[in-house]
């Protein structure tokens, strides 16, 4: 039975974990982007911290509420930053740390959660509970969205960082498999295969953090 209620309170405890994950994923990619030599990010307005400049409305929105509501693996994405790979100084050599940037942003940002989970573990109040509930939701979410973000699939960020590793030959071959790599993407999901993939790595890294937390 849909339960309105619990949905508006999930919707709270994940609006500002989901945003800042997604907001600060995204703008890594143009600062890096423009460290490295590439501006068209930056003259675009997409390095910025303003999440409505990086909100897709389906990726951002509707499937995060839908998995968060199905409580299954969170998903979603962003309005992707535009690099221009060839106006970095290095093209291969940097186009990895454009790419590594988005994840590298996720792995500091559920740290800064878990910091706060511990934060809110030790205090008295009303706020303790809401502040304990949104850390453990930003470090789910980061968690999520760095391991997503890693799977080696064009035009996904480890897809990015894989093809800037393959000789320039094989490179090339493994590039023409980006027109389908977002249908793969979804089949993944929809298939249930995503989650069967990505669950044991979520579950180490959430108990590696556990270890230090």
Request: net charge positive.
């Amino acid at each position: 039975m849909f339960d309105f209620n619990q949905l508006v309170q999930q919707v709270t405890i994940f609006a500002l974990p989901v945003l800042l994950a997604i907001t600060l994923h995204e703008a890594a990619h143009a600062y890096a982007a423009r460290r490295f030599g590439d501006d068209t990010a930056y003259l675009q307005g997409r390095m910025t911290l303003n999440p409505f400049k990086h909100i897709d409305p389906i990726g951002t929105v509707l499937l995060p509420l839908l998995t968060i509501w199905l409580g299954s693996f969170i998903f979603g994405w962003a309005r992707p930053v535009p690099v221009n790979f060839n106006a970095l100084r290095k093209p291969r050599q940097h186009m990895r740390w454009v790419a590594a940037a988005g994840p590298l942003a996720n792995l500091a940002m559920m740290l800064g959660w878990a910091v706060l989970l511990k934060l809110a573990l030790g205090m008295d109040g009303a706020y303790r509970d809401p502040l304990m509930l949104m850390s453990k939701a930003g470090i789910s979410i980061n968690i999520s969205l760095m391991l997503l973000n890693l799977l080696p699939i064009l035009p996904l960020d480890g897809g990015r960082i894989v093809y800037s590793l393959l000789p320039p030959g094989v490179a090339w071959r493994y590039a023409q498999t980006e027109s389908w790599g977002m249908w793969l993407l979804l089949l993944l999901v929809a298939s249930g295969l995503l989650g069967a993939i990505l669950q044991p790595l979520y579950v180490l890294m959430y108990h590696l953090l556990q270890l230090f937390f």
